[in-house]
């Protein structure tokens, strides 16, 4: 059973930078990030493999976001600049045990953090 704790959350002004991280109790395959707005569904932001060898985002995100991970601690790092209103949302750290790729699917994901929040005011 795979233990995911954020951090990093909290309310900047539009065009500053937060960085997420989450600390994992082991080291899981691919670790990612999926947010969820108020009254929207819930989407991908961005995933790395185990060995850091292939990372996605969303193109909402590209050349604004980048996600890193420390397998010495067992953490991975979504670093968010440029934010945007948009980007509020609740940020979720999501692991897999079971699929090696970066993939853009909820599904493909068996584990969940409890979610930090992310508020980005004008």
């Known amino acids: 059973q795979v233990q995911l704790v954020e951090s990093g959350g909290g309310l900047v002004q539009a065009g500053g930078s937060l960085r997420l991280s989450c600390a994992a109790s082991?080291?899981?395959?691919?670790v990612g990030w999926f947010r969820q707005a108020p009254g929207k569904e819930r989407e991908f932001v961005a995933a790395i493999t185990r060995s850091a060898s292939n990372t996605n985002y969303a193109d909402s995100v590209k050349g604004r976001f980048t996600i890193s991970r420390d397998n010495a601690k067992n953490t991975v790092y979504l670093q968010m600049d440029n934010l945007k209103p948009e980007d509020t949302a609740v940020y979720y750290c999501?692991?897999?045990?079971?699929?090696?790729?970066?993939?853009?699917?909820?599904?493909?994901?068996?584990?969940w953090g409890q979610g930090t929040q992310v508020t980005v005011s004008t």
């Open positions: 082991e080291r899981p395959f691919t």
């Open positions: 999501v692991a897999t045990t079971g699929y090696s790729g970066a993939s853009v699917a909820s599904w493909a994901y068996n584990y």
